[in-house]
């Protein structure tokens, strides 16, 4: 790994840290979610349709299947979830309207499927 590669991972690294103590102040980081995160896009495989993550939390599903190419959004009932999630989604190059503030019931009346 170049020194550019490694600073790039450090202001990640920074960036998740502070969007992490900003939703969940006094929590240890927990990485596992990535981990869960990368199992659940191979488990979707390669064939899958449009993947709802409901309960988007901070985008990390949502973010991930973005850089594998999937037709991924997420949804969250909690507004200040939406802005951190939008806000991570941001720092990882991602359009961050791929997270949106509504519920289930409301985008099956809006006639998402």
Do not use: W
Request: proline share 2%.
């Amino acid at each position: 790994m170049t020194n550019q590669q490694k600073s790039h991972e450090a202001l990640k690294e920074t960036l998740l840290d502070e969007h992490y103590q900003k939703m969940s102040p006094g929590r240890n980081k927990d990485f596992r979610t990535f981990s869960i995160a990368s199992k659940m896009l191979d488990i979707a495989g390669k064939n899958a349709g449009r993947i709802l993550d409901v309960g988007c939390g901070f985008g990390i599903l949502v973010a991930q299947g973005q850089k594998r190419g999937k037709d991924i959004i997420g949804l969250d009932t909690s507004a200040s979830m939406i802005e951190g999630s939008r806000d991570y989604l941001r720092s990882q190059n991602i359009d961050p309207e791929k997270v949106q503030l509504t519920t289930v019931e409301q985008l099956i009346e809006q006639g998402e499927s």
